[in-house]
């Protein structure tokens, strides 16, 4: 996949098998979205496909919603997360999300396996923040 | 020492009547008394000091009247007793806990019956189905994902980007027609086709019979029941349920998807405490094309496109060759392949094994050569290419195999499945993580080794250790002279060699 606009600020990185959907949040507060899959609402049907992955900005935040949303990445605790969680038993063929957050010259990585299965609170309290973050988008 | 057997037939002898061991020299003669009744262990004793040959004579001078080999004995008896047994009940249904028998397998469960009178192992599975929307519209008027794939996060993302007044018309498709979507019949059509489709993929694959002396022509052929009911909550699944399938409803033709089993509770909770996340699509032939993959050619040229030599080495390392000593047939693939004519397609051919062959060392021996008319554009189709229904293949974990399909970590090119030593056990031996037509890798094939643990189901529910792979055989009565035990080969350092 292409390299993320910079400087990062929270990015959500949703994989099923070598498919991927990204949403990444950079400092300024643009919002970027890369997909290898592509999802189509045409004339009131659904097409599904595959997507060449590329980067491109779909928002900006507002600067009252930027530093919410770094406000909820220091309360989280990410930083202190392991880079690794798994269920509490093995899913067979399940969804990853992949959790990526710059600040504070700190930069982490933290990766959930099982997606719905697995519940991490660090990594709960980042994805209620990142919907707060496009919600608020969303309204203006 | 490792001793070895060597049996000489002459051709064109049945096996019985071929002299199979030279009689050894200087033979003390044997001398019973006559008209003394011989016991199997007396003949065996005999055997070994005399040679078969001398026996066989011994044997063919007691009166007729009143002799019976000892073998014909041990034949009769196993033979009613095969016939009683035959003439029996049922057994089972029991459940069977893939869990308690294969050390690395934490998920999966069944029923297992046999009918020695139809010859026939019965599997059944059962499921609860919860039927879930994919996609819901929150308070706020904002879509949320039920489902939980990259594919739905980018309907997710779509529907959001449009008006707020539209995204309820959107987002209706990912409702089950109970719940107001527009699919009149779809959760009869789900459980239908859940149905049929793992019914249809897993039955009567690979017989089996009794490997029980003068018991081998007792076989067991395999019939898969399936039997799914709607349930309101997860709460309404009975305990006689393997599963609960929580059912994601996502529009028609929908691609990819979450589809996963696990254990929520453990290992522990034993073969009725499985969940399987599916999607309303997946009880029908997936959509995307797993074992095919597209490559290009250089106009004029013999060679691959460059962005296609990335294509083929990323396939060669997701097929490796199977190990040595692999039972276990390994996939292979056709290239078709265009060109402006039969030297240039050959050439093209070529320069795909080439690549094969750096990229992952792929043996020119799997790979056939199709013609693909004139053009620049090739395909590279793996096994036989038909399709998965993602159902059959999670069915799979329920009868407890594992994914064979390739990935990051223990999904690795090559790398053992929680499987892999179960199946070689019982001789199926090379299992592995790779592209394959396999229906726990990205096809739908059902080989012999996905029928393990209905094999070992069958020694469990029928109490008999002795079954196999195959179908059942003639049992012929032994003669009565001449077919023993043999007794030793003498080599020339002294050495007796066991026979087989």
């Given at each position: 996949l292409p390299d993320g606009p910079e400087p990062l600020l929270l990015e959500r990185r949703v994989e099923t098998g070598s498919d991927a959907f990204v949403q990444r949040i950079t400092a300024d507060g643009g919002l970027w979205t890369q997909s290898t899959v592509d999802a189509d609402f045409v004339d009131g049907e659904w097409r599904f496909g595959a997507a060449e992955p590329a980067w491109r900005q779909d928002d900006t935040l507002a600067p009252e919603d930027v530093e919410?949303?770094?406000?909820?990445?220091?309360r989280s605790a990410f930083f202190a997360t392991d880079a690794e969680h798994h269920p509490d038993v093995p899913v067979i063929h399940s969804s990853r999300e992949v959790w990526t957050a710059e600040l504070d010259g700190r930069r982490h990585t933290s990766t959930l396996h099982g997606r719905g299965t697995t519940h991490v609170p660090a990594l709960a309290a980042l994805a209620d923040a990142f919907e707060a973050a496009l919600a608020s988008a969303d309204r203006r | 020492m490792i001793r070895t057997v060597e049996r000489k037939r002459a051709p064109g002898l049945a096996e019985r009547e071929r002299p199979l061991v030279a009689e050894p020299p200087a033979r003390p003669p044997v001398q019973?008394?006559?008209?003394?009744?011989?016991?199997?262990?007396?003949?065996?004793?005999?055997?070994?000091?005399?040679g078969n040959a001398a026996v066989s004579r011994l044997l063919a001078r007691?009166?007729?009247?009143?002799?019976?080999?000892?073998?014909?004995?041990?034949?009769?008896?196993?033979?009613a007793e095969r016939d009683t047994f035959v003439k029996s009940a049922k057994r089972g249904p029991q459940t069977y806990d893939p869990a308690k028998r294969n050390a690395d397998n934490?998920?999966?469960?069944?029923?297992?019956?046999?009918?020695?009178?139809?010859?026939?192992?019965?599997?059944?599975?059962?499921?609860?189905?919860?039927?879930?929307?994919?996609?819901?519209?929150?308070?706020t008027g904002r879509a949320q994902a039920a489902e939980t794939s990259a594919q739905t996060a980018a309907a997710i993302d779509k529907i959001n980007k449009m008006a707020a007044i539209d995204r309820p018309a959107a987002a209706l498709q990912w409702q089950w027609a109970t719940a107001g979507g527009p699919d009149a019949t779809d959760e009869k059509d789900f459980l239908d086709n859940f149905k049929s489709s793992v019914e249809s993929t897993w039955r009567k694959q690979h017989p089996f019979h009794c490997t029980r002396q003068y018991w081998e022509d007792v076989g067991a052929t395999t019939e898969i029941k399936v039997e799914v009911a709607k349930v309101d909550a997860a709460a309404d699944k009975t305990g006689a349920q393997h599963m609960l399938v929580n059912a994601h409803k996502v529009p028609k033709h929908f691609v990819g998807g979450d589809a996963d089993v696990s254990r929520p509770a453990g290992k522990a909770a034993g073969a009725f405490g499985n969940v399987m996340n599916?999607?309303?699509?997946?009880?029908?032939?997936?959509?995307?094309?797993?074992?095919?993959?597209?490559?290009?050619?250089?106009?004029?040229?013999?060679?691959?496109?460059?962005?296609?030599?990335?294509?083929?080495?990323?396939?060669?390392?997701e097929m490796p060759n199977p190990k040595p000593g692999a039972t276990i047939e390994t996939a292979g693939l056709t290239a078709r392949v265009q060109g402006r004519?039969?030297?240039?397609?050959?050439?093209?051919?070529?320069?795909?094994?080439?690549h094969l062959k750096q990229g992952g060392g792929v043996d020119p021996a799997r790979v056939k050569f199709e013609d693909g008319g004139e053009g620049d554009r090739g395909q590279l189709t793996i096994g036989d290419g038909k399709r998965q229904t993602v159902v059959a293949?999670?069915?799979?974990?329920?009868?407890?195999?594992?994914?064979?399909?390739?990935?990051?970590?223990?999904?690795?090119?090559?790398?053992?499945t929680e499987h892999t030593d179960f199946a070689a056990a019982a001789g199926q031996t090379g299992a592995m993580h790779a592209a394959s037509d396999s229906v726990m890798s990205g096809g739908s094939k059902v080989r012999p080794h996905h029928y393990v643990t209905f094999l070992d189901a069958l020694k469990v529910v029928s109490d008999i250790p002795e079954w196999t792979y195959g179908a059942k055989q003639a049992v012929n009565p032994p003669s009565d002279a001449g077919?023993?035990?043999?007794?030793?080969?003498?080599?020339?350092?002294?050495?007796?060699?066991?026979i087989a």
């Amino acid at each position: 996949l292409p390299d993320g606009p910079e400087p990062l600020l929270l990015e959500r990185r949703v994989e099923t098998g070598s498919d991927a959907f990204v949403q990444r949040i950079t400092a300024d507060g643009g919002l970027w979205t890369q997909s290898t899959v592509d999802a189509d609402f045409v004339d009131g049907e659904w097409r599904f496909g595959a997507a060449e992955p590329a980067w491109r900005q779909d928002d900006t935040l507002a600067p009252e919603d930027v530093e919410a949303l770094r406000a909820a990445i220091r309360r989280s605790a990410f930083f202190a997360t392991d880079a690794e969680h798994h269920p509490d038993v093995p899913v067979i063929h399940s969804s990853r999300e992949v959790w990526t957050a710059e600040l504070d010259g700190r930069r982490h990585t933290s990766t959930l396996h099982g997606r719905g299965t697995t519940h991490v609170p660090a990594l709960a309290a980042l994805a209620d923040a990142f919907e707060a973050a496009l919600a608020s988008a969303d309204r203006r | 020492m490792i001793r070895t057997v060597e049996r000489k037939r002459a051709p064109g002898l049945a096996e019985r009547e071929r002299p199979l061991v030279a009689e050894p020299p200087a033979r003390p003669p044997v001398q019973p008394a006559r008209g003394a009744a011989l016991s199997a262990a007396a003949v065996a004793g005999l055997q070994a000091r005399a040679g078969n040959a001398a026996v066989s004579r011994l044997l063919a001078r007691q009166p007729t009247a009143t002799a019976v080999s000892p073998l014909r004995e041990a034949y009769d008896k196993a033979r009613a007793e095969r016939d009683t047994f035959v003439k029996s009940a049922k057994r089972g249904p029991q459940t069977y806990d893939p869990a308690k028998r294969n050390a690395d397998n934490y998920y999966g469960g069944f029923d297992v019956e046999y009918d020695p009178s139809k010859e026939e192992i019965g599997i059944t599975l059962r499921g609860a189905v919860l039927f879930l929307p994919g996609i819901t519209i929150d308070d706020t008027g904002r879509a949320q994902a039920a489902e939980t794939s990259a594919q739905t996060a980018a309907a997710i993302d779509k529907i959001n980007k449009m008006a707020a007044i539209d995204r309820p018309a959107a987002a209706l498709q990912w409702q089950w027609a109970t719940a107001g979507g527009p699919d009149a019949t779809d959760e009869k059509d789900f459980l239908d086709n859940f149905k049929s489709s793992v019914e249809s993929t897993w039955r009567k694959q690979h017989p089996f019979h009794c490997t029980r002396q003068y018991w081998e022509d007792v076989g067991a052929t395999t019939e898969i029941k399936v039997e799914v009911a709607k349930v309101d909550a997860a709460a309404d699944k009975t305990g006689a349920q393997h599963m609960l399938v929580n059912a994601h409803k996502v529009p028609k033709h929908f691609v990819g998807g979450d589809a996963d089993v696990s254990r929520p509770a453990g290992k522990a909770a034993g073969a009725f405490g499985n969940v399987m996340n599916v999607t309303s699509e997946d009880v029908v032939e997936r959509h995307d094309d797993m074992l095919r993959r597209n490559v290009s050619f250089q106009h004029g040229k013999g060679l691959l496109a460059p962005p296609s030599v990335g294509t083929v080495w990323r396939l060669a390392k997701e097929m490796p060759n199977p190990k040595p000593g692999a039972t276990i047939e390994t996939a292979g693939l056709t290239a078709r392949v265009q060109g402006r004519d039969a030297d240039q397609r050959a050439d093209r051919y070529a320069a795909v094994l080439d690549h094969l062959k750096q990229g992952g060392g792929v043996d020119p021996a799997r790979v056939k050569f199709e013609d693909g008319g004139e053009g620049d554009r090739g395909q590279l189709t793996i096994g036989d290419g038909k399709r998965q229904t993602v159902v059959a293949h999670e069915s799979g974990h329920m009868f407890g195999l594992d994914d064979e399909y390739t990935g990051a970590g223990a999904y690795g090119p090559g790398k053992k499945t929680e499987h892999t030593d179960f199946a070689a056990a019982a001789g199926q031996t090379g299992a592995m993580h790779a592209a394959s037509d396999s229906v726990m890798s990205g096809g739908s094939k059902v080989r012999p080794h996905h029928y393990v643990t209905f094999l070992d189901a069958l020694k469990v529910v029928s109490d008999i250790p002795e079954w196999t792979y195959g179908a059942k055989q003639a049992v012929n009565p032994p003669s009565d002279a001449g077919d023993f035990p043999l007794p030793p080969k003498i080599d020339a350092d002294g050495n007796g060699t066991a026979i087989a």
